[in-house]
């Protein structure tokens, strides 16, 4: 008994865990200050079509850390949603993007492009998002129609008619949806065709394997073929390779995102690629 409570007590007091345990308080009490000390940006990075034109881009959050320099989202997003503080950042993000459409709204170059955002699940599931969609809209003077909403097939599925009723109310505004990391969760047809939905994005897992996988091939085609039956756009991400648009374009998807035609960049950076690309 006592040797085994022994284990236990050393197992508790592990200076990894514990070390993990303070790393997160540290990173979570900087999370805090993020926002106010203005530390986040948003970064773009290109979605195209067959001929390699911009169409619009994604929004790609960064933490501008002071000392540990720029954090990508995989590093803050989790500890993000598990604090809440995901809902002010959330919130921010989508006035900033609106705030960039507004901008793009006034020259005839980038007065087409969409622009699309990440939205969590703690952050969909408020109870007023619908809400704040609609007024951050009105007070930035965006489009609705240029703005996209990127929701993963998980957070769809865990309140499938809370999930309706509020893509519903957004999509009368205006806005678009897309499915993100499409292929990786329980998708099913049935559930696909009650979703008021514009676009299936083929997650990138998939677009790096499916010239060496046989399965992950089938996957890519199937997901295109099912974003054609039901009438939605489809997009890869993750597109590095001209061997994986020969492979997308001949399997009929025409839409691309990926390093091959720009990484997730500043915007000043961005605007300057639409100048050499268009
Ligand atoms: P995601 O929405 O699936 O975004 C695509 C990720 O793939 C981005 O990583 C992007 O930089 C990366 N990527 C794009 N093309 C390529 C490529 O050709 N090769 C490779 N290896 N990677 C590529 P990032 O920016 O680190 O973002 C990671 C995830 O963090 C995003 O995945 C998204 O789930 C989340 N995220 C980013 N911004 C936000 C945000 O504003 N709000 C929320 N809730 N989540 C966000
Ligand atoms: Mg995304
Ligand atoms: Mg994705
Ligand atoms: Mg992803």
């Known amino acids: 008994e006592a040797k085994r409570a022994g284990r236990n007590v050393t197992r508790f007091y592990d ?10 308080i540290a990173l979570e009490a900087d999370l805090r200050q993020a926002l106010a000390g203005g530390q986040l940006l948003l970064h773009f990075q290109p979605q195209v079509d067959a001929q390699g034109r911009p169409t619009g881009a994604e929004a790609l959050l960064r933490w501008r850390h002071p000392a540990r320099g720029l954090v990508p989202p995989g590093q803050f997003i989790a500890l ?8 002010p ?3 921010w993000v989508l006035e900033e993007a609106c705030s960039q459409l507004r901008r793009w709204s006034e020259a005839p170059a980038t007065r087409e492009l969409q622009l699309a955002v990440n939205v969590s699940a703690r952050q969909f599931r408020q109870a007023d ?4 969609v609609r007024q951050t809209l009105r007070e930035s003077g965006a489009s609705p ?3 996209k ?5 998980s957070l769809v599925l ?6 309706l009723a509020k893509m519903q109310a957004i999509r009368a505004l205006g806005v678009r949806f897309a499915i993100d990391d499409f292929g990786t969760g329980q998708s099913s047809l049935a559930y696909l065709t009650r979703l008021t939905l514009d676009q299936l994005k083929i997650d990138q897992a998939f677009v790096a394997s499916m010239l060496t996988s046989h399965t992950d091939a089938v996957i890519v085609q199937t997901v295109i073929g099912m974003a054609h039956s039901l009438g939605l756009d489809v997009i890869a991400e993750g597109v590095e390779t001209a061997a994986q648009v020969d492979f997308l374009q001949s399997s009929g998807c025409h839409a691309y995102q990926g390093y091959l035609f720009g990484k997730p960049m500043p915007i000043g950076q961005f605007e ?3 100048g050499c690309t268009v």
């Open 15 to 24: 200076p990894a865990t514990h070390a993990a345990i303070q790393e997160r």
């Open 80 to 87: 993000a949603e598990e604090t809440d503080l995901i809902l």
């Open 89 to 91: 950042i959330g919130q």
């Open 129 to 132: 998002f619908v809400e704040q």
């Open 145 to 147: 129609q240029r703005l």
């Open 149 to 153: 909403l990127e929701l993963t097939e």
């Open 158 to 163: 865990v309140n499938l008619e809370d999930t």
């Open 272 to 274: 300057r690629h639409l």
